[in-house]
């Protein structure tokens, strides 16, 4: 059980659990996460979000939670950050301040509360799945029910 589920159940969020075998491009290397578990779970890369941690001009981290399909806009999220702008945190910084390791960082459960925001298009669908925690695990839940348990705002941040 990861901190992401223990949130959601201590929250009494009614949500699923969807583990799917993880593997790796032909050439050895990590593939892109989100797409890798909208195919292995059937899903549309639309319904599946991945997190990233963005760092403003001050240094505060930032999650933003995004489909798969689409990139992230860092002035959009900057906008809606009320920052000046922002760019792509890196990988360690992100590991340590969540606690979970790339591919599997979960917005959920996170070692410290960041302000986070997701994109608007979660709204299109009943149930969307994000991270569970670890490489391999996806939550589905309702977007509201994500947005209420993150205390985040929902904003148009994709390109």
């Not at 292995?40 to 319904?47: F, H, Q, T």
């Not at 969540?98 to 591919?103: E, I, K, L, W």
């Not at 979960?106 to 709204?123: H, M, N, V, Y």
């Amino acid at each position: 059980m990861t901190p992401a589920v223990m949130m959601l159940e201590a929250a009494r969020i009614s949500f699923s659990i969807n583990e799917y075998d993880r593997h790796l491009s032909n050439n050895g290397d990590l593939r892109d996460f989100g797409q890798e578990a909208a195919e292995a779970l059937g899903l549309s890369a639309d319904e599946v979000f991945k997190t990233l941690v963005v760092a403003s001009e001050c240094g505060e981290l930032i999650v933003a939670v995004l489909p798969a399909s689409c990139q992230l806009s860092m002035k959009l999220v900057a906008v809606a950050a009320a920052v000046k702008r922002v760019s792509m945190c890196q990988p360690l910084v992100a590991e340590r301040s969540s606690g979970y390791v790339v591919g599997g960082i979960s917005p959920l459960g996170q070692r410290r509360q960041l302000r986070t925001f997701i994109d608007e298009s979660a709204d299109m669908f009943d149930t969307i799945y994000v991270s569970g925690g670890r490489r391999g695990l996806n939550i589905g839940l309702a977007p509201a029910d994500l947005a209420q348990v993150l205390d985040a705002t929902i904003a148009p941040i994709t390109a």
